[in-house]
């Protein structure tokens, strides 16, 4: 009887320390949050979530700690874990957060529902995040069709003489030979205070030498310094100096070096014009007019944009004198940020970093002429690789366009704990000035192989419901029409029942059935038709390999006839082709396309789907159930004919 009360005090006393401690980290944790230190604030977040877990406010609390401090997977999955028990009812932005974590994490699929279930929730608010959430949306669409499109360069991780754990960027190019670049580092041996700080490199022998800070009449130990660019006739030499607001917030302002007398005058301050009270100006950036004068395009959170950080230029007369600032206008700003821009001389072209325009996550790199009546044209995304998931940035071009610099934090580049924390500097070489090296164009051999195995899907007992036929005069494009138009059946039916998020939640999973699988694969048997035709038209023989499935429902030799069925609607298909386009293809001891059957019947069906006719919301409406109602072309073999 001692031993278990003794157990019950002492449990109950450590019940209350772990209270107080919870409480002190939570102290701790939200003033660390306050003044910006993430990393600190998620520290003790975790300690509390170490002792309980179920502690939604601060699971929520970490995540968003976790996110400012660039740790995102562990900012994801407690996004997840907390959007999955809340549902939006407390913490209303968790779902858009999280569908920016997937987002960044190339799971497109994924982030493009969140943000519509965000939207729906949020139909009624009209503020930054539903309009950014819109904004995700066909962005995570546009990522999709990027990552499918990429050009033929080769992106090079500069080493550890001039990339270090800590943050490089901005690198500014003269000639082949020398590089200008900033960096954060501590400013004495073993402090954790970083400085942003601006470097020098030369090449040594075909490689980078070992990076040195400049001096201090440039590096001011007051101020962060960096971003580097020369006026056309290098006599101007402009950079940033930036102060702390708070530890994650700083404003900045343009200073400008002007080359006098053979010799570099002190530092001076741009107008305030430029340099607005209260406002950052940062990021500066020489480009030429149409008659030969310069402009200076930097970037401001000022008023009068069209959103957060925006690019703004002024006219920059011989004699240095500076012009009112005036946005460069919405086809290139967005209601989010753009930033560090670059004009290449060579080539009138501006490049800019946006995660405002539709991009694969983080900043993209982006570029823009002007047209004959000094307008911008339509802005074009570089792709992939100069584009990541990652933030992807200060994009420049030496003088003749053949090689550039880019700062990322993608996978590859240096950190101390946390991957995708710190950006790099990364190298990249063009054969051509300011062009993309096209991609190897694939045969159409290779083209239709790519699209194989390509799945296509029936309702439920079609085509020719309740017969034991093996055959059928339905064309699949006839059951593909009849079965889209019953999307809403569909979803009304696997919802009926449920309410709130439940509800919601069950509408989306047959909707983006069949927007990822019903329809994909249709629009994908339209592309196998096309290059099936062209390489016909070669004199090519195909054989065309198929295989049905079924959904559990019904008898495994009912089962048997229906996948047949399916195998003659498919077949049908490419007989109704272009009105016959195939027929003189397929038939004749010469035919150039035939097609193989295998394993046709109710095979590998999931055994969680139900057989029961009397629960149709999961024998036939369910995700599960329709994803077995399919046939596949599993193979496609092209070659000369013997």
């Not at 998620?42 to 002792?51: K, T, V």
């Not at 400008?256 to 530092?267: A, F, Q």
């Not at 093996?470 to 019953?486: E, V």
């Not at 095979?603 to 009397?614: E, T, V, Y």
Request: glycine share 6%; with cysteine.
């Amino acid at each position: 009887m001692k031993s278990f009360l003794f157990s019950c005090f002492f449990l109950l006393f450590l019940a209350t320390c772990v209270g107080q401690s919870n409480r002190q980290y939570a102290k701790a944790g939200n003033e660390s949050f306050s003044k910006g230190d993430y990393p600190t604030a998620a520290q003790y977040y975790r300690l509390i979530l170490d002792n309980d877990s179920t502690i939604l406010d601060i699971g929520y609390k970490y995540a968003e700690a976790c996110r400012l401090s660039s740790d995102f997977k562990n900012a994801e999955r407690w996004y997840t874990i907390v959007n999955a028990k809340d549902k939006g009812v407390t913490y209303h932005n968790c779902a858009f957060w999280l569908g920016m974590m997937k987002k960044d994490a190339g799971k497109y699929k994924e982030a493009r529902r969140l943000f519509e279930r965000f939207v729906k929730k949020q139909k009624k608010n009209d503020n930054y995040y539903t309009k950014k959430a819109k904004n995700e949306i066909a962005s995570c669409d546009s990522a999709m069709r990027l990552y499918g499109d990429s050009v033929n360069v080769l992106i090079k991780h500069l080493d550890n003489k001039v990339n270090t754990v800590n943050s490089e960027f901005a690198a500014f190019p003269i000639g082949d030979s020398l590089l200008y670049f900033s960096s954060f580092r501590p400013d004495v041996l073993d402090s954790n205070e970083l400085s942003s700080r601006i470097f020098l490199t030369n090449k040594d022998s075909g490689d980078w030498a070992l990076a040195k800070q400049l001096d201090t009449i440039i590096n001011s130990p007051e101020y962060h310094d960096g971003n580097v660019c020369f006026s056309g006739d290098y006599k101007r030499f402009y950079y940033t100096r930036c102060e702390s607001t708070s530890i994650s917030k700083t404003r900045c302002e343009i200073w400008v070096r002007n080359y006098e007398n053979d010799k570099w005058s002190s530092p001076k301050r741009l107008n305030d014009q430029i340099n607005l009270k209260n406002y950052t100006a940062t990021q500066p950036n020489i480009g030429v007019n149409e008659d030969g004068s310069e402009v200076l395009y930097f970037v401001s959170n000022r008023p009068g944009g069209k959103g957060r950080m925006d690019i703004w230029s002024c006219s920059v007369s011989k004699e240095g004198i500076y012009g009112n600032p005036v946005n460069l206008g919405d086809k290139i700003n967005t209601f989010d940020d753009e930033i560090s821009p670059f004009y290449h001389k060579a080539t009138k072209t501006l490049y800019f970093s946006s995660n405002g325009h539709y991009g694969l996550g983080g900043f993209d790199v982006f570029k823009t002429k002007k047209d004959s009546m000094n307008n911008w044209m339509q802005i074009k995304n570089l792709g992939v690789p100069y584009n990541t998931r990652f933030n992807d940035l200060y994009f420049a071009l030496n003088e003749r366009g053949d090689n550039g610099f880019l700062t990322s934090n993608r996978t590859g580049s240096f950190f101390k704990k946390n991957e995708n924390c710190c950006d790099d500097i990364y190298a990249f070489t063009l054969p051509v000035k300011d062009s993309i090296i096209p991609p190897k164009k694939k045969t159409i051999e290779q083209e239709i192989k790519l699209l194989v195995p390509l799945t296509l899907f029936f309702h439920n007992d079609e085509p020719d419901n309740n017969t034991l036929d093996t055959i059928t005069k339905k064309s699949y494009k006839t059951t593909y029409d009849a079965y889209i138009s019953m999307i809403e059946k569909y979803k009304n039916e696997y919802a009926k029942g449920l309410t709130g998020d439940e509800k919601i939640d069950a509408e989306e999973d047959i909707a983006n059935f069949f927007e990822d699988s019903v329809i994909f694969g249709f629009n994908q048997l339209e592309k196998f038709g096309e290059l099936l035709e062209k390489n016909l038209d070669k004199g090519n023989e195909c054989i065309v390999t198929l295989k049905g499935y079924c959904s559990p429902l019904a008898s495994t030799d009912y089962n048997i006839h229906l996948a047949k069925r399916r195998v003659s609607c498919l077949r049908n298909y490419f007989n109704e082709y272009k009105d016959g386009a195939f027929r003189k293809y397929m038939n004749g001891a010469d035919a150039l396309l035939k097609f193989e059957e295998e394993n046709i019947g109710e095979l590998m069906a999931d055994a969680s789907i139900s057989d029961n006719p009397n629960d149709l919301r999961n024998s036939v409406y369910s995700r599960k159930a329709a994803k077995e109602r399919k046939i596949q072309i599993i193979a496609i073999s092209t070659g000369k004919k013997n």
